[in-house]
T-cell receptor
Framework: DGGITQSPKYLFRKEGQNVTLSCEQNLNHDAMYWYRQDPGQGLRLIYYSHIVNDFQKGDIAEGYSVSREKKESFPLTVTSAQKNPTAFYLC???????????FGDGTRLSIL | GQNIDQPTEMTATEGAIVQINCTYQTSGFNGLFWYQQHAGEAPTFLSYNVLDGLEEKGRFSSFLSRSKGYSYLLLKELQMKDSASYLCAVTDTDKLIFGTGTRLQVFP
């Protein structure tokens, strides 16, 4: 079955620590996206990528970094520069912008 | 600039009809998506409108007016399982911009 997989489901970060959230898809989608969702809020775009080795900043990219070395993978690193990282992180993929985005199950990140 | 407005919360009774509105302003609009999100879960795709008019899909329908920057999602024969957040999202050139979502509570 094709799909999009995020891991881990829950993640805890210590002060000053970088953590990496994994996102893998086997849907053969060109585009991948990272969103942050805070309680009771909509989705805010962190980074997105339409092709391998290329990505663009979204609305809230500060304190985050990404890479797109393979079509299937789009990991997100939450750096120590992100002072308020506690949120629900969602990864999505789509064939094109006018096609529905498929979402992973999300990663909940908390501060220790 | 970009702006998407949806009501924050709505309530309705099982078996009733509810309409969730969405107004938007973006410079690179191509189409509008509606997603459903149950608490603690990922969003799931409901509908996509590109042209003006009504798209019907079972109990759910979605309407778009490009000239007015307006859309609505119509849910008929409401069921308890329809209690969820409904997210309006518009294309902005090469990405999606999401509204803050409308939390719908369905009561028996």
């Amino acid at each position: 079955d094709g799909g999009i997989t995020q891991s881990p489901k829950y993640l805890f970060r210590k002060e000053g620590q970088n953590v990496t959230l994994s996102c893998e898809q086997n849907l053969n989608h060109d585009a991948m996206y990272w969103y942050r969702q805070d309680p009771g809020q909509g989705l805010r775009l962190i980074y997105y990528s339409h092709i391998v080795n290329d990505f663009q900043k979204g609305d809230i990219a500060e304190g985050y970094s990404v890479s797109r070395e393979k079509k299937e993978s789009f990991p997100l690193t939450v750096t120590s520069a992100q002072k308020n990282p506690t949120a629900f992180y969602l990864c999505a993929s789509s064939m094109r912008i006018d096609q529905p985005q498929h979402f992973g199950d999300g990663t909940r990140l908390s501060i220790l | 600039g970009q702006n998407i407005d949806q009501p924050t919360e709505m309530t309705a009774t099982e078996g009733a009809i509810v309409q969730i509105n969405c107004t938007y302003q973006t410079s690179g609009f191509n189409g509008l998506f509606w997603y459903q999100q149950h608490a603690g879960e990922a969003p799931t795709f409901l509908s996509y409108n590109v042209l003006d008019g009504l798209e019907e899909k079972g109990r759910f329908s979605s309407f778009l007016s490009r000239s007015k920057g307006y859309s609505y999602l119509l849910l008929k024969e409401l069921q308890m399982k329809d209690s969820a957040s409904y997210l309006c999202a518009v294309t902005d050139t090469d990405k999606l911009i999401f509204g803050t979502g409308t939390r719908l509570q369905v009561f028996p």
